[in-house]
């Protein structure tokens, strides 16, 4: 009796002691190892109440602001661990890799956005090259636990070539070098030497010389990034990723319009790097449209890539080849492609998104515009 008192007095104190913390303790804006914004402490009124939005809205509040969340999450992914446990918020733990495992999409809206691509040809009237990323989940799946479940990307990009669209053949070009770290350990992109193998299939496809490695030296600018999957997972005991910038912005000139209005920017934006998010270091993330001219290439041609994040780091290599590479995110950018493609005298284009993003993104009917 004695022993069960004890217990209960020590558990009311831990209660009492986190209730205090959490009086005390400031309230977060964000996580830095989930990155992403924490619920903050909602407003009462009678009728939120009723139909029971103000208290859904408490339970998330007091779940993000709990006092030292970051470190207990990160407990609880390695307490489940040691029971055996290998994935965690849907993120496969490999070692000393996370892969996001990728679920059954939508059948029907996977059938569309392959619909949207072929009448975006039909549209402008010019060749579209669709290039399909396979994710690590596919390019490594020997390293996927015993068992695991992950959607079959190999047969999706089959299927997309078996229309007679043009394509760049991303898997073979990612899988010939799988045992190379084409892929970050902590982050769903592929690094820089992914991205390269990315660009010389793309560029294969669109029948243009390869790059070469001697093209460039690369530069490490980053030791401690920590990525997506890392923040997703819970896993926190892995070690971080390398980054690496691999082209060179002397004489390359960079416009983005993230307000609407043309503003100068780089193929780099280092203040990225010191904040959770390093990969928006590359064109300095996500932007409804960006160009990129290099004069040297005057004679090359202007490439329109249709992209998600992974062209990011892959737009500056190709910029070697091209006199511009213009990149619309169809997130954020609401006109028409094909009438841009007109009006900047494009001479070839390419949908580039990874199978993840390309199945499940409801964008892909503004193609159609």
Same mark, same amino acid.
Not at 35 to 64: C, H, I, K
């Given at each position: 009796m004695t022993r069960s008192r004890c217990f209960t007095a020590l558990f009311c104190a831990f209660l009492g002691g986190i209730l205090v913390c959490h009086l005390l303790l400031p309230d977060r804006d964000r996580s830095p190892a989930e990155? *992403?914004?924490? #619920?903050?402490?909602?407003?009462?009124? %009678?009728? #939120?109440?009723? !139909?029971? @939005?103000?208290?859904? &809205?408490?339970?998330?509040?007091?779940? !993000?602001?709990f006092p030292l969340r970051d470190g207990w999450t990160g407990l609880k992914a390695r307490t489940e661990q040691l029971l055996g446990k290998r994935e965690f918020h849907g993120v496969y733990l490999c070692g000393d890799t996370l892969i996001a495992k990728v679920a059954p999409p939508d059948l029907e809206l996977t059938r569309r956005n392959l619909t949207y691509v072929q009448r975006f040809q039909e549209r402008t009237g010019a060749r579209v090259t669709l290039g399909l990323i396979p994710s690590a989940a596919e390019v490594w799946a020997e390293k996927l636990p015993a068992g695991a479940e992950s959607w079959d990307? =190999? &047969?999706?990009?089959?299927? =997309?070539?078996?229309?007679?669209?043009?394509t760049a053949d991303l898997l073979a070009a990612l899988t010939a070098h799988g045992d190379e770290p084409v892929f970050y350990r902590? /982050?769903?992109? %592929?690094t820089t030497l992914g991205a390269f193998y990315g660009a010389n299939a793309l560029l294969e496809a669109l029948g243009r010389e390869p790059l070469s490695l001697s093209d460039f030296q690369p530069e490490t600018v980053s030791r401690d990034f920590c990525g997506t999957l890392y923040s997703t997972s819970g896993v926190h005991w892995l070690a971080p990723d390398s980054m690496e910038f691999w082209a060179e912005e002397a004489g390359i000139s960079v416009t983005s319009w993230r307000t609407g209005k043309p503003a100068p920017a780089g193929l780099y934006d280092r203040s990225y790097l010191s904040v959770k998010d390093k990969y928006s270091a590359f064109l300095g993330g996500n932007q409804p449209l960006c160009v990129i001219e290099n004069p040297d290439a005057a004679e090359e041609? *202007? $490439? $329109?890539?249709?992209? !998600? +994040?992974? #062209? !990011? +780091?892959? =737009?500056?290599?190709?910029?070697?080849?091209? @006199?511009?590479?213009? $990149?619309? /995110?169809?997130?954020?950018? *609401?006109? +028409?492609? &094909?009438?841009?493609? =007109?009006e900047n005298g494009i001479d070839e284009i390419a949908v580039l998104y990874s199978v993840p993003n390309f199945i499940a993104d409801r964008n892909l009917v503004l193609l159609t515009r």
């Open positions: 990155n *992403r914004t924490l #619920a903050q402490r909602p407003v009462f009124s %009678w009728a #939120a109440l009723v !139909d029971g @939005s103000y208290t859904r &809205a408490v339970e998330e509040y007091f779940a !993000d602001q990307q =190999a &047969a999706y990009i089959a299927q =997309a070539e078996s229309l007679g669209l043009p902590t /982050d769903h992109h %592929w041609g *202007r $490439l $329109l890539l249709i992209r !998600d +994040s992974y #062209a !990011d +780091s892959l =737009a500056p290599l190709l910029s070697r080849r091209f @006199s511009q590479v213009h $990149l619309l /995110d169809l997130r954020y950018y *609401r006109g +028409s492609p &094909a009438a841009y493609a =007109a």
